[in-house]
């Protein structure tokens, strides 16, 4: 599927091809944690300067909320203590993001 363009004056036309673009991508972004096998896998680390696997499942979901609230495509997020958790970078900084008292609550 190729890239949409913001070339063209139908609005409704550039909104379906973006809607149609996203969920092509989401859905074979999300076809990359099929290989997990074992469900608890998504909870542990590789490494220990990353996050287990589900963070980087739900901090992809998180930033396209954070997108759509941003240009006003939705209102409001799903989960504000969830979205908290997967707010953060995914950078090497055990101070802030891998800070393992940022995910202690499991009430989310």
Known sequence: MQM???????AKLKKDDIKRYFNFCYE???????IVKDPKAFYQKA???RHPIIFYYGHTAYFYVNKLKLFK???EGINPK?????????????WDDL????YRDKRV
Not at 82 to 94: K, L, N, Q, R, T
Not at 99 to 102: D, I, L, P, R
């Open 4 to 10: 949409p363009t913001l070339i063209g004056s139908d």
């Open 28 to 34: 074979r972004y999300e076809r990359l944690f099929d």
């Open 47 to 49: 490494d220990p300067l």
């Open 73 to 75: 495509a939705i209102d």
């Open 82 to 94: 969830i979205e908290s958790m997967f707010a953060v970078g995914v950078d090497e900084m055990s």
């Open 99 to 102: 800070n393992e008292e940022h």
